[in-house]
Structure formats: C-alpha cells, structure tokens
C-alpha cells in the first residue's frame, strides 16, 4: 500500500523561513514532487525529487531521504502570496506510473 | 502554447446521472492522468490512460470509466452520479516520468 503523511496546517511570518515535511510509505518508488495549490486553483509544479539530496531553485528548495521515506519542502524569505495549500506527491510504478498525493500542507502567511 | 485545457469548468448535475469531462493535454505530452479533488484534500488518483489504454487505475469503482483518443486528448465517464461524487476533477498531462501539468479543472457539483 501507501501512505503519505504530510502537516495539515502551518502558520508562519512574512520574510521567515517555513519548512513543510513529507513521510511516505510506498513500493515502487520513482520520484517525489511538491505542487503549490491556491484555493480554488489547479496545482502547480515546484519541484522534483529522484535521487536523494537538495534541489535548490529560488527561494523554494526540496530534499529527499529514499532510505527514511523522507521530504521537506523549505521556504525562504516568505511571501503573503506563499500562503497555499502544498502537495507532496510520490511517483510510483514501472511501465505506467502513479502519482499519489498526500492531503496537502495549507500555509498561512502573516505579516 | 496551450497548457492542459478542460472543459466543462462548472457542472451541475442530478443523483443518478452521467457526466462525461473533457481534457485537452499539453503539446507534446501524450499521457493523461485524471484525479478526483475534494475540499479541503489532495487530489485523489482515478487512472492514466496511455496509447489510447488505460494503464493504471486507483481506487475508484467501475462507475468511473475513461478514454483517450489519437490526438491524446482524454474523457473522463462517470455513471450512476452521487451526492459524493461532488469533487473538483482534475486532467494533468506529462511525458513519460516527467512532471504533470495540471488543467483548471471541473468543478462538479450532484444535486
């Protein structure tokens, strides 16, 4: 089966670093994304993860642990336009992959 | 270059009905993915289609059937309609492991 575990909710300030974490459980591993989603809007790409390490681009940055089953999704200097709902997504499958989405991470920023 | 293009955006339909959506995918993509969004949740997967076959499926019931055509563009059929069908559908297309691009969506709503 599979299991994605995400934060339901986070508050954090205006210019201030958040960190939104992601633990999954799942066979056939092949990738980890992480979409923004503004309510009442479709999710849009923001990062890919298949190997582990940090992917920086901009102010978002995403890491991936394979052998802890183990994402954050890092966001610096925090904009009021940041607060969204984020997507963990893990790829799964060969021959035909599947993306399952966790229940999403919803971000309030603060001035 | 158009994205990922749906239609209808809004529907409104009675309990026990049938409803086909629409999806265009992005130029060059010839994949497309189709999930199931309530509020408030991540995006639940229904199935892939791939040369024109479905080739994954998630855990929805037979009621929920597709199509995708030589031009990849793809239908999402649902029969017998109810109250808990009411979701956002969401089309995403990608090529082969590479990041999906979401549609609008159809909002739906069952009466």
């Known amino acids: 089966g599979q299991n994605i575990d995400q934060p339901t909710e986070m508050t954090a300030t205006e210019g201030a670093i958040v960190q939104i974490n992601c633990t999954y459980q799942?066979?056939?591993?092949?990738?980890l994304f992480w979409y923004q989603q503004h309510a009442g809007e479709a999710p849009t790409f923001l990062s890919y993860n298949v190997l582990d390490g940090l992917e920086e681009k901009g102010r978002f940055s995403s890491f991936l642990s394979r052998s802890k089953g183990y994402s954050y999704l890092l966001l610096k200097e925090l904009q009021m336009k940041d607060s969204a709902s984020y997507l963990c997504a893990v790829i799964r499958g060969t021959g035909g992959f599947k993306t399952i989405f966790g229940a999403g991470t919803r971000l309030f920023v603060k001035a | 270059d158009a994205g990922v293009t749906q239609s209808p955006t809004h529907l409104i339909k009675t309990r026990g009905q049938q409803v086909t959506l629409r999806c265009s995918p992005k130029s060059g993509h010839d994949t497309v993915s189709w999930y199931q969004q309530a509020l408030g949740q991540g995006p639940q997967f229904i199935f892939q289609y791939y040369e024109e076959e479905e080739r994954q499926r998630g855990n929805f019931p037979d009621r929920f059937s597709g199509h995708q055509f030589p031009n990849y563009s793809s239908e999402l059929n649902v029969n017998a309609l109810l109250l808990g069908d009411s979701a956002l559908y969401l089309c995403a297309s990608s090529s082969n492991d590479q990041p999906q691009h979401f549609g609008d969506g159809t909002r739906l709503s069952i009466l």
């Open positions: 799942t066979s056939g591993f092949n990738g």
